[in-house]
């Protein structure tokens, strides 16, 4: 089993700048890769970005990807080997959202939720001014 734990959500303004942090503790060598995924009251679930360390990366690092409308706003990174951030520039009201970490074990790389096997509580992050 794996948990994961998200921190750093909150309020901020339109063209201000968040960074979540998503902590996994209990078997971490069993993941492949860890990703962020959000929801707008009344919408789906939707991938955000996720970081794979598949194939032997395993101090830290990891091959990034990004859903389009966050691509060049937003950047996943991988402190070490079981701590993920996401750090959230030029927000948008639009991504208004619960954001959750999620994390997979399966080397293969999806963005779908069904290919994620944990996740967290998740982080609530308000872009308003």
């Known amino acids: 089993q794996v948990q994961l734990v998200e921190s750093g959500g909150g309020l901020v303004q339109p063209g201000g700048s968040l960074r979540l942090s998503c902590a996994a503790s209990?078997?971490?060598?069993?993941?492949?890769?860890m990703g962020w995924f959000r929801q707008a009251p009344g919408k789906e679930r939707e991938f955000v970005a996720d970081i794979n360390w598949s194939g032997g990366i395993t101090w830290g690092g990891g091959i990034p990807g990004y859903a389009d409308s966050v691509k060049d706003r937003f950047t996943i990174s991988r402190d070490n080997k079981n701590t993920v951030t996401l750090q959230m520039n030029s927000l948008k009201p639009e991504d208004t959202a619960v954001y959750y970490c999620?994390?997979?074990?399966?080397?293969?790389?999806?963005?779908?939720?069904?290919?994620?096997?944990?996740w967290g509580q998740g982080t609530q992050v308000t872009v308003s001014s």
């Open positions: 209990g078997s971490i060598f069993s993941i492949n890769a």
């Open positions: 999620a994390a997979r074990a399966s080397p293969v790389v999806v963005t779908t939720q069904g290919g994620y096997n944990y």
